[in-house]
């Protein structure tokens, strides 16, 4: 089992920076990718991007330029920071991992760009 566990969201105003935190525990060989999704209210969930072991990450289009995965290994974290937020960036953001072929959720944080 994985547990992933989400820390940085918060409120933000437009223009501001957040930096999100996933950080996975639990029994695991190897993490082979770590990544983000969003859902706004009323929306689908969508990723955001994700980062493979020993790859760049790789994002969504609509997600390039602003955002940025990285990831430290040894620590089984994968972080996001997020520049230029925009209102449309409000989401619940969920953090994911995929080991052995089976996807692993967090809860989510709570991220609202509002002024």
């Known amino acids: 089992q994985v547990q992933l566990v989400e820390s940085g969201g918060g409120l933000v105003q437009p223009g501001g920076s957040l930096r999100l935190s996933c950080a996975a525990s639990g029994s695991f060989g190897s993490i082979t990718a770590m990544g983000w999704y969003r859902q706004g209210r009323g929306k689908q969930r969508e990723l955001v991007g994700q980062?493979?072991?020993?790859?760049?990450?790789n994002y969504a289009d609509s997600m390039k330029g602003r955002f940025t995965i990285s990831r430290d290994t040894a620590k089984n974290t994968v972080y996001l920071q997020m520049n230029s937020l925009k209102p449309e960036d409000t989401a619940v953001y969920y953090c994911h991992a995929l080991v052995f072929g089976n996807i692993y959720w967090g809860q989510g944080t709570q991220v609202t760009v509002s002024s």
């Open positions: 980062i493979f072991t020993g790859r760049s990450p």
